[in-house]
T-cell receptor, first 115, second 111 residues
Framework: ETGVTQTPRHLVMGMTNKKSLKCEQH?????MYWYKQSAKKPLELMFV???????ENNSVPSRFSPECPNSSHLFLHLHTLQPEDSALYLC??????????????FGSGTRLTVV | GDSVTQMEGPVTLSEEAFLTINCTYT??????LFWYVQYPGEGLQLLLK?????DKGSNKGFEATYRKETTSFHLEKGSVQVSDSAVYFC??????????FGQGTRLTINP
């Protein structure tokens, strides 16, 4: 247990489904992140939130919709996904986005398969 | 912009072999440097870090020294075990908005 909890661990969804990924941390961190990890590709930063405000969106398609209701919770809402969206989705948190001493704490990820 | 370059994998070694995974970086200012490890089916875990030049980070028998003159942060371990099989990521943070990761190096240790 790293302190960042992601649910579900595995998700299979059809291209017309709507589902949500959840991330929760009680580390007192103020920044939260969504990453996508695909096979044989580098880690891709998707979104950054700082004190519940989105501060970065790396040209992510609108079929991915993040939500951060408070500093402890982060969601990724999914709809009309494509098979190429199948990947491991990782959530991370840090004290703040400019923290360069402690680094990030990652969750175990949600393995998403789009069929 | 800031960037991290790791040696290409995969790397395959026998148990008790010496390990080096190279990492070099480009950054403005004075970044902090990190190594993360990802075991199969898991997220990334912080393995070690160094926050200033000549610092040595160490954990679980792994070491890396922050070399400003060569802009490097190579990961080493004197005697690897099967349980060290994982993907290793070098990363830097220079106070910008995000941690910058290398592409990852997959390590397999055979008994």
């Amino acid at each position: 247990e790293t302190g960042v909890t992601q649910t579900p661990r595995h998700l299979v969804m059809g291209m017309t489904n709507k589902k949500s990924l959840k991330c929760e941390q009680h580390l007192g961190h103020n920044a939260m992140y969504w990453y996508k990890q695909s096979a044989k590709k580098p880690l891709e930063l998707m979104f950054v939130y700082n004190f519940k405000e989105q501060t970065e969106n790396n040209s992510v398609p609108s079929r991915f919709s993040p939500e951060c209701p408070n500093s402890s919770h982060l969601f990724l809402h999914l709809h009309t996904l494509q098979p190429e969206d199948s990947a491991l989705y990782l959530c991370a948190s840090s004290i703040n986005p400019r923290d360069n001493f402690y680094g990030y704490t990652f969750g175990s990820g949600t393995r998403l398969t789009v069929v | 912009g800031d960037s991290v370059t790791q040696m290409e994998g995969p790397v395959t070694l026998s148990e008790e072999a010496f390990l080096t995974i190279n990492c070099t970086y480009t950054a403005t200012g004075y970044p902090s440097l990190f190594w993360y490890v990802q075991y199969p089916g898991e997220g990334l875990q912080l393995l070690l870090k160094a926050t200033k030049a000549d610092d040595k980070g160490s954990n679980k028998g792994f070491e890396a020294t922050y070399r400003k003159e060569t802009t490097s942060f190579h990961l080493e371990k004197g005697s690897v075990q099967v349980s060290d099989s994982a993907v290793y990521f070098c990363a830097l943070s220079s106070g910008a908005q995000k941690l910058v990761f290398g592409q990852g190096t997959r390590l397999t240790i055979n008994p």
